[in-house]
Antibody, heavy 121, light 107 residues
Framework: QVQLQESGPGLVKPSQTLSLTCTVS??????????WSWIRQPAGKGLEWIGR???????NYNPSLKSRVTISVDTSKNQFSLKLSSVTAADTAVYYC?????????????WGQGTMVTVSS | SYELTQPPSVSVSPGQTARITCSGD??????AYWYQQKPGQAPVLVIY???ERPSGIPERFSGSSSGTTVTLTISGVQAEDEADYYC??????????FGGGTKLTVL
């Protein structure tokens, strides 16, 4: 059974770059017609889609974050990563990685447990 | 930017039927999906493609679509169904968008 696990620093200083990695276990990141996304949730608020990557390397980003986001994939390590630059307190949130493309649709069927990232000096 | 609108809260008694709506202009052309999120946990997909149920999701969860509104229906609500529910769809360019979430309270 495929599982996802986020990892990375829990504290990032303002103006710096947030970097997170999602490790896929229990299956190959390249198998099936799936894509891999990052989604975040500020405390007590709703979900916000950040972006996605296909194992071909093709990416799509939320227009509201596009200028600051880079998502990459390392199929040899079965991992994909998020970089968010020039962070501010507004980027403080739980960050989830998720698998999309369930049954050929834009549904996220597998999620990581989430990792809390705080932006503070 | 495109928005999906959900009621902030819905309350029902155990055994009753809960209906949570989600409205958006693009819903007639884009599928909707529903997620259940309990405190401190990651969301769980409960409905995809408007009305399909993933394996392992109880039959009491169902989805429907009518025009610019989609509805998640939970029949015979149980205490364990108390959670936040989020709808998700896509805008005209295919960018995934989430609704603001609905807190379901089981009285």
């Amino acid at each position: 059974q495929v599982q996802l696990q986020e990892s990375g620093p829990g504290l990032v200083k303002p103006s710096q770059t947030l970097s997170l990695t999602c490790t896929v276990s229990g299956g190959s990141i390249s198998s099936g017609s799936y894509y891999w996304s990052w989604i975040r949730q500020p405390a007590g608020k709703g979900l916000e889609w950040i972006g996605r990557i296909y194992t071909s390397g093709s990416t799509n980003y939320n227009p509201s974050l596009k200028s600051r986001v880079t998502i990459s994939v390392d199929t040899s390590k079965n991992q994909f990563s998020l970089k968010l630059s020039s962070v501010t307190a507004a980027d403080t949130a739980v960050y989830y990685c998720a698998r999309g493309g369930y049954h050929g649709a834009d549904a996220f069927d597998i999620w990581g447990q989430g990792t809390m990232v705080t932006v503070s000096s | 930017s495109y928005e999906l609108t959900q009621p902030p809260s819905v309350s029902v008694s155990p055994g009753q039927t809960a209906r949570i709506t989600c409205s958006g202009d693009a819903l007639p052309k884009q599928y909707a999906y529903w997620y259940q999120q309990k405190p401190g946990q990651a969301p769980v997909l409960v409905i995809y493609k408007d009305s399909e149920r993933p394996s392992g999701i109880p039959e009491r969860f169902s989805g429907s679509s009518s025009g610019t509104t989609v509805t998640l229906t939970i029949s015979g609500v149980q205490a364990e169904d108390e959670a936040d529910y989020y709808c998700q769809s896509a805008d005209s360019s295919g960018t995934p968008v989430f609704g603001g979430g609905t807190k379901l309270t089981v009285l």
